[in-house]
């Protein structure tokens, strides 16, 4: 049965060839922090062999991506089937519109944020998706309320099902970033389960649309069990946290100014210690948190709101 569970989550992992590493360079990874459960990774943009930062590109990769993480799988794996009888894209091109719809261009939208959650959690921790909230949104100029990204995993040792709420802030300034960030995560983590609980709603809409999802009747069996509070594998679910931080740093190449990839981590690896030092302490204000398992990722830009910019002008 484990086994089973496990293969069958693997099938939701959207897997890569490391394209995201042509665009980002890792500073540190899989480091824990002090007197906490929290594991930190963080990476920068690169700059390529004219001094010109990967900021554009990324932004490429993200707008490439958007199919995949806004359409439930079932519509996914459906356009596939057609244009292997067919040799047909008209699917997969109609997918495509239907996930442009879904974003917003909204001048303050994080969503640009919550991909690159999903990005990074997928390529660096290779945790999938479990549900789309963006299918389940009813306008394109509207924030869906919940989690910003929620994804799964399964521990065949203790079998338990870790369910990973994710949060993604992006903020001109690392402490507001991170303050809101944790401040967001607090109660999907900690909250104990009922009716009133901060993930009553997430629940609820995984059990409901789990079958688009998901697409595999197997796993939406054993799902089930573990979402239904009447059911004794309820209490085998496991709170664990996913967060995308992103702020603004002045160590990137600027005019007149150049730097390799190489100048710009070291220099970022002279102020990680600090970063993750007010990483805990943000934690920390939250009583219990530091006791629950968060991976952290940290991603500073040159300019938060100039990356919204050039997102919003890409994405529509």
């Known amino acids: 049965m484990s086994q089973r569970i496990v293969s069958a989550i693997n099938r939701l992992l959207i897997n890569s060839k490391g394209e995201i590493k042509s665009r980002l360079a890792e500073v540190v990874s899989h480091v824990n922090l002090t007197d906490t459960s929290t594991i930190c990774h963080c990476y920068c943009l690169k700059v390529d062999a004219n001094n010109n930062l990967r900021l554009n590109d990324l932004i490429d990769f ?7 993480y806004a359409i439930p799988k079932k519509e996914i794996d459906e356009a596939r089937e057609y244009l292997a009888q067919t040799n047909s894209t008209a699917k997969i091109i109609r997918l495509r519109k239907k996930a442009e719809g879904l974003f917003t261009d909204l001048e303050k939208t994080g969503e640009g944020g919550e991909i690159l959650l999903y990005i990074l959690v997928q390529e660096f921790l290779k945790i999938p ?11 394109g100029q509207l924030h869906y309320q919940g989690a910003d990204g929620i994804h799964v995993n399964y521990d065949s040792a203790s079998s338990t099902l870790n369910l990973y709420w994710g949060e993604s802030k992006m903020y001109s300034d690392m402490n507001d970033a991170m303050g809101k960030c944790m401040a967001s995560l607090k109660s999907f983590l900690l909250d104990p389960q009922s009716s009133g609980s901060v993930q009553e709603r997430d629940l609820q809409l995984i059990t409901a649309n789990i079958s688009a999802n998901v697409n595999d009747p197997e796993l939406e069996d054993a799902l089930v069990r573990y979402f239904d509070k009447d059911d004794d594998m309820s209490n085998n679910i496991v709170y664990k946290g ?20 190489e100048v710009v981590v070291d220099e970022i690896k002279k102020e990680i210690q600090a970063w993750q ?14 006791l629950k398992e968060i991976h952290v990722f940290l991603l500073p830009f040159p300019s938060v709101a100039e990356f919204r910019r050039i997102y919003l002008e890409t994405i529509k």
């Open 62 to 68: 993200i707008d490439e991506k958007i199919l995949e």
């Open 129 to 139: 998706q479990l549900i789309s909230k963006m299918s389940l949104k009813t306008s």
């Open 242 to 261: 996913l967060c995308f931080i992103g702020f603004d740093i002045a160590n990137y190449p600027a005019d007149k100014i150049q730097k390799t990839t």
């Open 277 to 290: 030092e007010t990483l805990a302490k943000k934690i920390k204000n939250h009583t219990n948190l530091e």
